[in-house]
């Protein structure tokens, strides 16, 4: 994704939009500030599984959080950040519940099959909270480049574990980015409803076994 731009206040020079740092979880020192973090994130999904995306505004999370605006912004700069830091915290959760012996001695691709259609499900079930935090991370612009970057690294780690028997290798990392970047077009196909959950399905089992093969297949 290139960075954007914006222009100065003189309209002559365009000035490169810098990242804004959120508050990290592992960057907290205390209990009661990370369970501050928990509950607006908690409150960001909350309100965007009810109204999407417009309906995710600074001072109603902070009133469903029970902090100040001004305590909100300092964890999370912008509406975008909560909601693409909230989707990395999804993916966490996702990813931390999948029981992945499952498929344990399975191909490299049943193993990586079966989590993508864990995500494909996961990501589904709520089409409001998805197109929320797929829309901010989409057009997320370099302010919010960290937690981007942030989101990239779990799902590639997640699919690229998911071939691997053991450490992954960079092979398998660059495969798993370009599976990531298949999932997302084919998640945005299927919430601008270009595409059912059964064309997503058929997709996606396309790309892995072109890239990967599938050892159980003539």
Do not use: C
Not at 123 to 138: D, F, G, I, K, S
Request: no cysteine.
């Amino acid at each position: 994704m290139s960075s954007p731009v914006q222009k100065s206040s003189a309209g002559s020079q365009p000035r490169e939009v810098l990242p804004v740092s959120v508050l990290a979880e592992s960057e907290l020192g205390s209990e009661a500030q990370r369970e501050r973090r928990k509950r607006i994130l908690d409150a960001t999904m909350a309100i965007a599984s009810k109204g999407g995306y417009e309906a995710v505004q600074m001072r109603a999370v902070a009133d469903r959080a029970d902090v100040a605006v001004g305590t909100l912004y300092r964890y999370f700069p912008s509406k975008v950040h909560l909601l693409v830091s909230a989707l990395a915290r999804e993916f966490e959760r996702i990813d931390a519940k999948t029981d992945r012996t499952a498929v344990a001695g399975g191909t490299p691709f049943q193993r990586l099959n079966f989590m993508v259609s864990k995500l494909n499900r996961a990501m589904q079930r709520n089409p409001l909270l998805t197109e929320a935090m797929t829309r901010a991370y989409v057009f997320a612009d370099a302010s919010a480049s960290g937690e981007v970057d942030h989101v990239e690294k779990i799902i590639d780690s997640m699919f690229a574990r998911a071939m691997s028997d053991g450490e992954p290798t960079e092979d398998q990392y660059h495969i798993a980015r370009v599976i990531s970047d298949v999932w997302l077009s084919n998640l945005l196909a299927w919430l601008t409803r270009r595409a059912s959950a059964t064309d997503v399905s058929k997709r996606l089992d396309l790309a892995v076994r072109l890239l990967i093969g599938d050892e159980g297949r003539p």
